[in-house]
């Protein structure tokens, strides 16, 4: 972003009584997420970098 410029992002999860898994990738996704938003980027590629690091669904593990 050029000198002066600002912008705003908004991102919306619930985690509320699904346990420590759960929060622990919203913790994850979160940092990932401040921390590419920080890079250069348009917010289509942003979410599509957040999307193909976080944790899919899995059935092999109890982050997911």
Known sequence: ???GQQRLCVAV???S???IPSDIT???TR????LRASLPGTLGEII???NR?????CTSCRLC
């Open 26 to 28: 919203m913790a994850s």
């Open 17 to 19: 009584a699904h346990g």
């Open 48 to 50: 599509a970098d957040v």
């Open 13 to 15: 999860g619930d985690v």
């Open 31 to 34: 940092a990932f997420r401040r």
């Open 53 to 57: 690091v976080r944790p899919q669904k």
């Open 1 to 3: 972003r050029e000198r």
